[in-house]
Structure formats: C-alpha cells, structure tokens
Nanobody, 126 residues
Framework: VQLVESGGGSVQSGGSLRLSCEAS?????????MGWFRQTPKTEREVVATIWRVDGASHVADSVRGRFTISRDNGVSTVYLEMTSLKPEDTAMYYC???????????????????WGRGTQVTVSS
C-alpha cells in the first residue's frame, strides 16, 4: 500500500488548509479505514480523525472537533482533511494511515493502523 499526502504548507492563525491522501488501492483488508495523525518533535503521535471509506462514517478527536473535517472520495481513492480556524498549536507533521476494517467498529480513533504515508508539514504562525 502506498499512501501519499499533499496539501501541507504555512498559514497564519485563523487560516485554512486541505490535506489530501491518495491511496494506491481500495481494499477492505488494507485501506477501508483511513486516518490522519499528527506529530511534532516534542510530542507523541496524536490521532486527528478516522474515516470508514465504505459509508463515510468518521470520528474526530476532541482537540480539533468543530474545526477539522475528514472526508473521502473513493472514485479517486483519496481521503481529505479540511482544516479551518487553524491555531499555532496545530503546527505538526501530518500523516495519513490506513488499515483494513470490515465494520466501523474496526475504524476508531484508538484503532491500530498498519500502513503509513511519509507526512506533510503544516505550520501555523501567530
């Protein structure tokens, strides 16, 4: 599985960005559940949002709920993370990940993910 992130960049506080993650395949065993994570050099990896590609059911972390939205377009095998009202504390490397999931119960914020992209940097200045 190859996951390729794009869309990162530098924005001012209050700005918006849309991250994209294109998966090389759409299979129930490896990419039916996808998620976005973030990490800085000083923090542990944090889950941001997950989505079950079958019906679009999603979960969003409390830290970003109301500001970030995860969505998918299975036609182009891409998952998006729409980020609005960005804050300096959102600055991080953002990673896309995937795993197999036969039901939404296998696609939760606390699920373990098997496949990872290389990340895209998001920097928010005050």
């Amino acid at each position: 599985v190859q996951l390729v992130e794009s869309g990162g960049g530098s924005v001012q506080s209050g700005g918006s960005l849309r991250l994209s993650c294109e998966a090389s395949e759409y299979t129930s065993t490896r990419t039916s559940c996808m998620g976005w994570f973030r990490q800085t050099p000083k923090t542990e990896r944090e889950v941001v949002a997950t989505i079950w590609r079958v019906d679009g059911a999603s979960h969003v972390a409390d830290s970003v709920r109301g500001r970030f939205t995860i969505s998918r377009d299975n036609g182009v095998s891409t998952v998006y993370l729409e980020m609005t009202s960005l804050k300096p504390e959102d600055t991080a490397m953002y990673y896309c990940a995937s795993r197999g999931a036969l039901t939404i119960s296998d696609c939760l914020l606390e699920s373990d993910f098997a496949y990872w992209g290389r990340g895209t940097q998001v920097t928010v200045s005050s």
